[in-house]
């Protein structure tokens, strides 16, 4: 297996961001977590369905990040490669992306019902938890099998640079394992992109309609909803066109070091959602003022 260098302008670009996304992403959705598991009073299913997303986030953001920071910052990182970890940073990453890309379409939706038909909703909170439930087991199955499909190559592997690279999502042919990573990722995103798109076209015709529900508060939200839908498929598609640059033609340095930028580009996302949720969100923005400024802070502005 060639070793490949990495530029010195590759590691001074991904460091920070996987920094902050470790930081930052770690923090945030972990609030957001905690809001959820102690505040029965947002027991609402905007609020459980933006939890799941936060809870994919912060796999990202606290276990596997640091997966890729450790390599990116030492190549000797790389004996990871002979340790479970490697597998179940592979895990972790398909799981979480699957769950964020299965996650996106209901979230539009959502917006579409409480938006469209504000006073009889669609999807109920019970309803949300059924529909997560699956999500969870379809995205624990899809993990599972590139996990065995990476274990399988690594019995004939002797090889810990070629183990750890499909560890951290780098392919370097279309061999088999590509072709399905690439296939499964490409439908994903794809659908999920699609069907959010349209769901949103829907939005945005219907909001001249007297019926439309006219809470500024709910147009914010479905407002930070696409946004969150722009933020995850810009940055997680970068990442996948880099896949494909790589698996076409020959692989080389340069695809080595372009992989490293999509990913700080990919997980990125994580650590920037639940900053919007502060800016976006009154509640979140007051669980952050009460966490740095303290419980006088609504009564010095009332004052």
């Known amino acids: ?24 992403g770690s923090l945030g959705n972990g609030m957001v977590i905690y809001c959820y598991i102690t505040d029965k009073a947002i027991y609402r299913t905007f609020n459980f369905l933006l939890t799941n997303l936060a809870i ?21 990182a790389g004996i990871i490669g002979y340790t479970p970890l490697c597998e179940i940073s592979l895990f972790l990453s398909m799981f979480s992306i699957s769950l964020m890309f299965f996650l996106l379409p209901l979230l539009a939706y959502h917006r579409k019902e409480v938006m469209l038909r504000p006073k009889h909703p669609r999807i ?4 949300a938890r059924l529909v997560i439930r699956i999500f969870w087991f379809l995205c624990i199955l899809a993990a599972v099998m590139m996990v065995l499909m990476a274990r399988r190559e690594f019995a004939s592997s002797e090889s810990i640079r070629q183990n750890m690279y499909r560890c951290l999502l780098i392919n370097q042919s279309l061999d088999l394992y590509a072709q399905v990573f690439l296939g499964y990722s490409m439908v994903l995103y794809g659908i999920s992109i699609v069907i959010t798109v349209v769901i949103y076209i829907q939005i945005y015709r219907s ?15 479905t407002k930070l909803c696409f946004l969150l839908a722009i933020l995850y498929s810009v940055c997680w598609m970068t990442f996948v066109l880099v896949q494909f640059l790589g698996v076409f033609g020959t692989y080389t340095e340069l695809h080595f070091n372009l992989h490293g930028i999509s990913s700080a580009i990919g997980v990125i996302a994580s ?8 800016k976006m969100i009154p509640y979140y923005k007051g669980r952050v003022n009460y966490l740095f400024k303290g419980p006088n802070v609504r009564q010095g502005k009332e004052q």
């Open 207 to 221: 909001y001249s309609s007297p019926r439309v529900n006219k809470s500024p508060e709910e147009r914010q939200i």
């Open 124 to 127: 109920s909170l019970a309803q």
């Open 56 to 76: 994919a986030d912060f796999i990202i953001c606290a276990l596997f990040t640091p997966m890729l920071f450790s390599y990116r910052i030492n190549e000797k």
């Open 1 to 24: 297996m060639q070793l490949y260098e990495q530029y010195l302008v590759t590691t001074a670009f991904v460091i920070p961001l996987y920094l902050v996304t470790i930081v930052l």
């Open 271 to 278: 650590a920037v959602a639940p900053l919007l949720y502060a």
